[in-house]
C-alpha cells in the first residue's frame, strides 16, 4: 500500500487535501485536544508505529501478535487512537471484546503492551502529561481486553 | 549488654546495603527480569517491610509481579531523628501480584535517652512477619481501588525497658486493611494516587516499645493515610499520615507524618528521602528528622 502511494503522486495530493480537511473538521469540533498535543495524524502514526516494533522485539508478547495482519493493526490501531483522542476519524475495526477474543490476555500481557505503548511515546519525547492523558483514554478498554 | 548489641546490628545494616549496592552495582538485579506491573506499582518498602509508602502499608504489592509472575524486593530504611535513630532492613516476596510474605528487623537507637537514664539496653530491637493478601480491585483499573487485607506478626527482642514503662506484651500482631488508587492524568495532567489503610492494633510506637500497656491494653482503630502525585513516571512526591494508639501512661503517643519524594530510576533500584515527624517519643518530644530508604526489587 506503501508503494502504490509512492508511486502515484495524485493520490498522494488527494490524501494530502484529506487530510487536511480532516484536520480542519476535528479543530471545528473542539474536543480534539489531545489528538492535536499528540502530533495529529503524524503523530498519531509516529506513536503506533514505534509501539509496533517494541511489541515485535517484546518476547513478553510477541506470540500474541505472530498471526496477526500488521498492516490492518497498524491502520486501525491510528484509527482507534486518533477517534479516542478526539481525532476527525471513526474506528471501523471489531471491538475490543471480540478482536482479543479467545487471545487469552491477562494481566501480565495487558500490562506489558501498556510499559511497550509508554517506552514509544517517551522515546519520541511526547510530554508526559500528553502519555498520561492517553493512557487514561485507553484504561477503560481493560476490561474488554482481559480474559483471565 | 549493653553496648556490644548496636554495632553488631549496624554493621548488619552497613553489610545489607553494601550487598544490595553491589548486586545492584554488579548487573546481577538486572539480570534478573523484571515482571511486567508498570514502573513504581509497587510503591517502596514501609518501615515494617511491606509494600507501601514510608510509614504506612498500601494495598500494593511487593516487587513487580504481575498475574502468574514472581515479585520480590528488599530494602533498608534509616531514619535520624532529633534524639533517636531507626534501622529498618528486610526482605519481601509477592506471588501472583495477589498475595505478599516479608520478614523485616527494625533496631531503634535510644541515643539520648539511653545515655541520660543509663539504662540497661541502648537500643530496642523487633522482628515483623507480615502478610498481605490483595482480596479486589486493581490499582489502576476499573472502578474499585485496590484491596488488601494484611497482618504484621511483630516479635520484640529486648523487652526490658517496655516492660519498665508499662507495656504488657512482648509480642502481638497488627491487622489492616488498605485500599490504594492511582488516577491517571489527575490535576496537572499527572497521576495522583491515595492510599487509606485502616490497621486494628496495640503496638506503642509501632512496637519498639511493646504492645498495649498500663493505661490501655485492648487493640483500636487506627487510621492511616497517603497522598502523592508523579512528577513524571520516574519521580513521585507525597504525604503520609499514621495515626497511634496511646497505651502508656509514661508517656503520650502521637500521630507520625512524613513527606516523601520517591525515585524509581529502573524497576531495580528505587530511593525514598523523607522528612519525618514522629512527635512524641518515649516522653521526647517534637521528634523529627530525616529518612532515607533503598530498595532493589524485581
Known sequence: MFHRLRRCPPLRAALFVLVLLGGTAGTARGDDDLYQDLGGRPGVGAVVEAFLFRLADDARINHHFAETNVVRFHDKLVELLCELTGGPCTYSGDSMKLTHAGMGIDHADFNAVVENLVEAMSGLGIATGVQNRLLARLAPLHADIIER | ?298
Open chain 2, 1 to 298: 549488654m549493653s553496648g556490644g548489641r548496636r554495632p553488631r546490628a549496624a554493621s548488619l545494616g552497613g553489610v545489607f546495603v553494601a550487598v544490595l549496592l553491589a548486586a545492584s552495582a554488579s548487573g546481577a538485579i538486572e539480570r534478573l527480569a523484571a515482571g511486567s506491573r508498570l514502573l513504581a506499582t509497587g510503591g517502596g518498602t514501609q518501615v515494617e517491610g511491606q509494600a507501601g509508602g514510608g510509614i504506612v502499608p498500601w494495598a500494593v504489592m511487593a516487587g513487580y509481579g504481575s498475574s502468574g509472575e514472581v515479585g520480590a524486593s528488599a530494602f533498608y530504611t534509616h531514619v535520624e531523628l532529633d534524639d533517636y535513630a531507626l534501622d529498618a532492613l528486610g526482605v519481601a516476596v509477592s506471588v501472583d501480584n495477589r498475595i505478599e510474605f516479608s520478614l523485616a528487623r527494625q533496631q531503634l537507637d535510644l541515643g539520648t535517652l539511653g545515655d541520660a537514664l543509663g539504662l540497661p539496653d541502648k537500643s530496642l530491637r523487633q522482628d515483623i512477619l507480615g502478610l498481605k493478601l490483595r482480596v479486589a480491585g486493581d490499582l489502576i483499573y476499573g472502578g474499585l481501588p485496590q484491596i488488601a487485607a494484611g497482618l504484621q506478626f511483630k516479635r520484640h527482642l529486648d523487652f526490658g525497658i517496655p516492660a519498665a514503662v508499662g507495656a504488657v506484651r512482648r509480642r502481638d500482631a497488627d491487622f489492616f486493611l488498605a485500599a490504594s488508587k492511582l488516577w491517571l492524568a489527575g490535576p496537572f495532567d499527572r497521576n495522583v494516587f491515595a492510599n487509606a489503610t485502616l490497621r486494628y492494633t496495640r503496638a506503642n510506637q509501632g512496637g519498639l516499645l511493646g504492645f498495649g500497656g498500663d493505661r490501655d491494653d485492648s487493640r483500636d482503630v487506627m487510621f492511616e493515610g497517603a497522598v502523592g502525585v508523579f512528577l513524571n513516571r520516574h519521580v513521585a512526591v507525597g504525604f503520609e499520615y499514621r495515626q497511634q494508639p496511646d497505651n502508656l501512661r509514661f508517656s503520650d503517643q502521637d500521630a507520625w507524618m512524613d513527606a516523601f519524594v520517591g525515585v524509581f530510576p529502573s524497576k531495580h533500584v528505587s530511593l525514598v528521602a523523607a522528612w519525618a515527624s514522629l512527635g512524641t517519643v518515649a516522653t521526647l518530644d517534637g521528634q523529627q528528622g530525616w529518612y532515607l530508604s533503598l530498595e532493589v526489587a524485581f
